[in-house]
């Protein structure tokens, strides 16, 4: 029976008091899997002094399940599914289990696909968490420990379809991060949140700047080489302050990974809006400053490999006449207007 058939032969059993989208599994050993990830099931059992897990397969091998507890696994997997943007009029048939990763599907009523998959860490040292696949957006979310049915957004990683940038947005209380990927190109930008926030603000809500979209968009229409000093003016452009002193610490790389390696070509670091450091590269030459005035200047750059590289004492600056040197100093400068 096709999915479409499903949704018309359940249409008249879809009348709803409660206000969460609704589930119906196809398989009774996914409706395990994921009761027990919601802890509505047990997934170990105390006997003789040993810790046995339970698997989703014991369960239905013993006993099954409950209509009280099929009921339950239901209305809080529709409370799941809401919160990560499921109307709460849709119908949700969740199917294909994969028992090797817990990797799932989720289809509605218009025939759109979710790829889902739970993640339990069996040490129980970091929190479950769920993965799910909008396409060209694919959110991390953690099972809360202490609200029943609570998700919190850990992270999402956006796919551009056009030129294959990837732009992961980490979130916490204190950090706003992004790093873009493509092909072993990468960059990180890591802004530190203002100290004079409200306390309650600071320990309640996520750290966010003043135009992420912006951002995001600016970010995945890029292409590499990136040039730093067009990144920091479009960074400016979407805090929430163009006053650079209230962060505690703007950071942003450009660096290159090739299995193990990774090799910063060009960075700035700013702290309460002082430069403490940058590096920059243009073509084969890199000059690197920091601010206790030490530099360096490096010829023949390759990948993992400088040549000819020489240093420059802080007195020698002024007879350094070199254009990359300078281009250091400009960037400098416009940094601190």
């Given at each position: 029976?096709?999915l479409?058939?499903?949704?018309?032969?359940?249409?008249?059993?879809?009348?709803?008091?409660?206000?969460?989208?609704?589930?119906?599994?196809?398989?009774?050993?996914?409706?395990?899997v994921?009761g027990?990830?919601?802890?509505?099931?047990?997934?170990?059992?105390f006997?003789e002094?040993?810790?046995?897990n339970?698997?989703?397969?014991?369960?239905?091998?013993?006993?099954?399940?409950?209509?009280?507890?099929?009921?339950?696994?239901?209305?809080?997997?529709?409370?799941?599914?809401k919160?990560?943007?499921?109307?709460?009029?849709?119908?949700?048939?969740?199917?294909?289990?994969?028992?090797?990763?817990?990797?799932?599907?989720?289809?509605?009523?218009?025939?759109?696909?979710?790829?889902?998959?739970?993640?339990?860490?069996?040490?129980?040292?970091f929190?479950?968490?769920?993965?799910?696949?909008?396409?060209?957006?694919?959110?991390?979310?953690?099972?809360?420990?202490?609200?029943?049915?609570?998700?919190n957004l850990?992270?999402?990683?956006?796919?551009?379809?056009?030129?294959g940038?990837?732009?992961?947005?980490?979130?916490?209380?204190?950090?706003?991060?992004?790093?873009?990927?493509?092909?072993?190109?990468?960059?990180?930008i890591?802004v530190?949140r203002?100290?004079?926030?409200?306390?309650?603000?600071?320990?309640?809500?996520?750290?966010?700047?003043?135009d992420?979209?912006?951002?995001?968009?600016?970010?995945?229409?890029?292409?590499?080489?990136?040039?730093?000093?067009?990144?920091?003016?479009?960074?400016?452009?979407?805090?929430?302050?163009?006053?650079?002193?209230?962060?505690?610490?703007?950071?942003?790389?450009?660096?290159?990974?090739?299995?193990?390696?990774?090799?910063?070509?060009?960075?700035?670091?700013?702290?309460?809006?002082?430069?403490?450091?940058?590096?920059?590269?243009?073509?084969?030459?890199?000059?690197?400053?920091?601010?206790?005035?030490?530099?360096?200047?490096?010829?023949?750059?390759?990948?993992?490999?400088?040549?000819?590289?020489?240093?420059?004492?802080?007195?020698?600056?002024?007879?350094?006449?070199?254009?990359?040197?300078?281009m250091?100093?400009?960037?400098?400068?416009?940094?601190?207007?």
């Open positions: 029976m096709g479409l058939n499903i949704f018309k032969k359940n249409d008249n059993k879809l009348r709803r008091v409660k206000n969460e989208p609704k589930v119906i599994f196809k398989n009774m050993e996914l409706q395990i994921i027990q990830w919601l802890g509505v099931l047990p997934t170990v059992n006997n002094h040993l810790f046995q339970i698997d989703s397969g014991t369960i239905l091998k013993n006993n099954g399940l409950t209509k009280s507890q099929k009921e339950k696994i239901d209305f809080l997997f529709g409370q799941i599914l919160q990560i943007g499921v109307s709460e009029n849709e119908v949700c048939i969740v199917t294909d289990l994969k028992q090797n990763n817990f990797c799932f599907k989720v289809y509605l009523k218009n025939g759109r696909c979710l790829n889902m998959q739970i993640v339990v860490d069996e040490n129980k040292e929190l479950s968490e769920l993965k799910v696949d909008w396409g060209k957006k694919i959110e991390t979310y953690f099972l809360s420990v202490t609200k029943l049915a609570s998700l850990q992270c999402y990683e956006l796919i551009s379809s056009i030129n940038n990837k732009c992961l947005r980490n979130f916490s209380l204190d950090l706003a991060s992004f790093n873009l990927e493509n092909n072993g190109n990468n960059l990180s890591v530190t203002p100290e004079n926030e409200e306390l309650q603000k600071r320990l309640a809500v996520i750290f966010r700047l003043g992420e979209k912006e951002l995001e968009r600016y970010l995945l229409e890029a292409s590499f080489p990136l040039v730093i000093d067009d990144v920091i003016k479009k960074l400016r452009e979407c805090l929430s302050s163009n006053d650079l002193s209230v962060y505690p610490r703007i950071s942003i790389r450009i660096f290159k990974k090739d299995k193990e390696k990774v090799l910063v070509t060009d960075l700035i670091e700013i702290k309460y809006g002082k430069v403490i450091k940058v590096k920059k590269t243009q073509g084969s030459k890199t000059v690197s400053w920091d601010i206790n005035g030490s530099w360096s200047y490096h010829e023949d750059f390759a990948f993992g490999l400088e040549k000819n590289g020489c240093q420059i004492k802080p007195q020698e600056i002024f007879d350094f006449n070199s254009s990359e040197v300078e250091i100093r400009k960037l400098i400068r416009d940094l601190m207007k």
